[in-house]
């Protein structure tokens, strides 16, 4: 009995070490446009509008806010790899990206519009399509009921 409760014991304990990836915390580009010493240098997890142009990768806070080039509305991103492979279903559509924010410049010290933007991204998942709004799939579903 007790090598029962001791193997419990220590699969709890190695359970909780080794439990599930937790994603930096959430914020709102309004919360990195309105303190962005708050978040420089701190891993965040935002999702926002994402368009892949060149010299002008950003997210915005709407779609509405890109159609209508409302830049302070925006922080740039840093691209990388991955989100290169995936850029034709996550250009022009809500993204989540996970980053590093940070107020400093970037590549060639070239000034990039807005407070800051995101760097050294670890993840970029299409949250929600411009075409086909992940409200509507809610909405159908409760059609259906």
Same mark, same amino acid.
């Given at each position: 009995?007790?090598?029962?409760?001791?193997?419990?014991?220590?699969?709890?304990?190695?359970?909780?070490?080794?439990?599930?990836?937790?994603?930096?915390?959430?914020?709102?580009?309004?919360?990195?446009?309105?303190?962005?010493?708050?978040?420089?240098?701190?891993?965040?997890? !935002?999702? %926002?509008?994402?368009? /892949?142009?060149?010299?002008?990768?950003?997210?915005? #806070?709407? @779609?509405?806010?890109?159609?209508?080039?409302?830049?302070?509305?925006?922080?740039?991103?840093?691209?990388?790899?991955?989100?290169?492979?995936?850029?034709?279903?996550?250009?022009?559509?809500?993204?989540?990206?996970?980053?590093?924010?940070?107020?400093?410049?970037?590549?060639?010290?070239?000034?990039?519009?807005? !407070?800051? %933007?995101?760097?050294? /991204?670890?993840?970029?998942?299409?949250?929600?399509? #411009?075409? @086909?709004?992940?409200?509507?799939?809610?909405?159908?579903?409760?059609?259906?009921?």
């Amino acid at each position: 009995m007790k090598k029962i409760s001791a193997l419990l014991i220590l699969l709890i304990l190695c359970g909780q070490a080794a439990g599930p990836k937790q994603l930096p915390p959430g914020v709102s580009i309004i919360q990195l446009i309105a303190n962005p010493e708050k978040y420089n240098g701190q891993t965040v997890t !935002v999702i %926002g509008f994402m368009t /892949i142009a060149f010299e002008s990768d950003m997210l915005y #806070l709407s @779609h509405e806010d890109y159609q209508h080039a409302i830049v302070p509305n925006a922080v740039w991103f840093e691209r990388n790899p991955s989100i290169m492979a995936d850029s034709e279903r996550l250009d022009m559509n809500y993204v989540e990206i996970v980053g590093t924010f940070t107020t400093d410049t970037i590549g060639f010290g070239l000034g990039r519009p807005g !407070v800051g %933007g995101i760097k050294n /991204i670890r993840s970029a998942v299409l949250q929600s399509e #411009l075409k @086909h709004p992940i409200a509507e799939r809610f909405a159908n579903t409760h059609k259906k009921h």
